[in-house]
């Protein structure tokens, strides 16, 4: 069985796959440790946003109707009643000819419908006398409009001089002059403008990101329902591996799909449970296979799934006890990638070779995991480019070159990221797609190719 083994195409075998997915349930947690993770439930907007009537600038609430025809010679003059700070209830209602000084982000009082910027304005504090005659002050204001005041006697335009303030015989009065007709509902936000109340805002199986923390923190989810991340066990077969810290010896290397993997593994918002060596013994690699498929939803292995005599995963899946997925895909790298699952576990036997180890990875085992994880479109999502360089070679199967995307002339561009042997660790990490490669003859430079993105593009 080793020789000869039945061959898939990759889409067959991703969807043997993901048929057997069954998602996995949810959990709370907090929203600080939610992202990468997934969705498990749809969020609705809780209520409006904004939920109150909001000022989107500094400067002053009023009736548009009291600013028609403002001009800088003939501004408006509204006597300003309150100051408005972002986070405050109004303490009183705008009435014809008054203003509110307001901060962005602000509540708008009653009666005020538009805000004014600053920019538009000059405030001015007039003293009124006890006849109720208006003594014109030499008055300023912060604003900008005003930058040329000459005062000697400047007043500041903060809370406490916003109220009218008793002299003996005077009192002071804040006005604005708008220098410019505005129209009704300007630098207003009404409620529900942005999301109305109910509004589906995520769906479950999306992955949580900056904008959806923002969203989630708007509608005070302090922890979030997420689905359980997956828990990987990552096996490595053979006996030429040594551990990273180990000094070379003649014959081996060092374990790097090891590695190589977990970080895959997470990236994908999976959970590596177990990184464990695999013995060159059938027997022992069966025990600790199944050993791990009782605790773990991904069982990952590298290595020793080719026709050699310690290729001792192809001999435990050829009698597999449990359902035998694939164990031959028409590709290259990585035809030897083999699955099979038991009990709803997945075990995906990944090739040794680096380079088809990751491919590998890519093709099957991320999208399992996003599967597991609820997320939506999990394949890899294919795109159009133009091909940097040539690639004659002619295959039997489709290979998928690892490569690197390019963007120039308003054009997207794709060439191979380095040495594409299947034995290459060094190209890896170029590699921001794969190029399909159909069965058949080569291709040439500036054909245009089918490209699957890989997430290290986002
Ligand atoms: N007679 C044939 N030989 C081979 C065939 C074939 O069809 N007939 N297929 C070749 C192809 S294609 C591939 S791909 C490899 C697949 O081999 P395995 O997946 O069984 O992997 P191993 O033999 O265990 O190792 C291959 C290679 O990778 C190195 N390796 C293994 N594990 C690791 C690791 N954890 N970190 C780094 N490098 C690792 C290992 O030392 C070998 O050099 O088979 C071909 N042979
Ligand atoms: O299966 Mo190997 O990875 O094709 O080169």
Not at 365 to 373: C, D, F, I, S, T
Request: proline residues 6%; aromatic residues 6%; contains cysteine.
């Amino acid at each position: 069985m080793k020789f000869n083994r039945p061959t898939v195409e990759v889409a067959t075998a991703q969807k043997l796959l993901l048929r057997h997915v069954k998602e996995l349930e949810a959990e709370r947690v907090p929203l600080l440790q939610s992202f990468g993770r997934t969705l498990a439930e749809d969020v609705r907007a809780t209520h409006p946003v904004p939920h109150f009537v909001k000022s989107g600038m500094d400067g002053y609430a009023v009736r548009a109707a009291d600013i028609q025809g403002a001009t800088p010679e003939q501004p408006a003059v509204l006597r300003v009643n309150q100051l408005i700070p972002c986070g405050a209830v109004p303490a009183l209602p705008i009435g014809p000819g008054e203003a509110a000084r307001i901060m962005t982000g602000a509540m708008l009082p009653d009666g005020a419908d538009t805000v004014v910027m600053f920019e538009m304005t000059e405030e001015r504090v007039v003293e009124k006398n006890d006849t109720g005659d208006t003594v014109p002050v030499n008055a300023t204001s912060t604003n900008a409009m005003n930058t040329n005041a000459t005062s000697t006697n400047a007043t500041s335009t903060n809370a406490t001089s916003m109220n009218a303030t008793s002299n003996v015989n005077h009192v002071q009065e804040t006005y604005a002059f708008i220098f410019k007709e505005v129209p009704l509902g300007r630098n207003v936000s009404q409620i529900g403008e942005e999301m109305s109340e109910g509004e589906l805002l995520l769906e479950r199986g999306r992955t949580i990101q900056a904008g959806e923390a923002a969203l989630l923190a708007t509608f005070g989810f302090s922890t979030v329902p997420v689905v359980r991340r997956p828990r990987v066990a990552i096996l490595t077969t053979g006996s030429e591996l040594l551990a990273v810290e180990d000094p070379l010896q003649p014959g081996k290397i060092r374990n790097s799909n090891r590695v190589m993997l977990a970080a895959l593994v997470e990236s994908a918002g999976a959970e590596v449970m177990a990184l464990q060596s695999v013995p060159d013994d059938v027997d022992q690699a069966r025990t600790i296979v199944r050993d791990w498929m009782t605790r773990a939803d991904v069982v990952l292995t590298s290595g020793g799934v080719s026709v050699g005599d310690f290729d001792i995963m192809a001999d435990l899946l050829d009698t597999w006890d449990g359902n035998l997925l694939f164990q031959k895909v028409e590709m290259r790298p990585g035809s030897v990638t083999s699955a099979a699952v038991r009990q709803g576990v997945f075990l995906c036997a990944l090739s040794g070779n680096p380079g088809a180890c990751f491919v590998g990875f890519e093709l099957f085992v991320r999208p399992v995991l996003h599967a597991l994880q609820a997320r939506r479109n999990v394949l890899p999502a294919p795109f159009t480019a133009r091909l940097r360089g040539d690639y004659p070679k002619a295959n039997i199967y489709a290979r998928y070159l690892r490569a690197k995307t390019t963007f120039a002339d308003g054009m997207i561009y794709v060439e191979p990221a380095g040495q594409d042997r299947s034995s290459v660790t060094v190209s890896i990490k170029e590699s921001d797609c794969l190029i399909v490669i159909p069965p058949g003859g080569g291709v040439s430079d500036g054909d245009l190719v089918t490209a699957l993105r890989l997430p290290t593009a986002l």
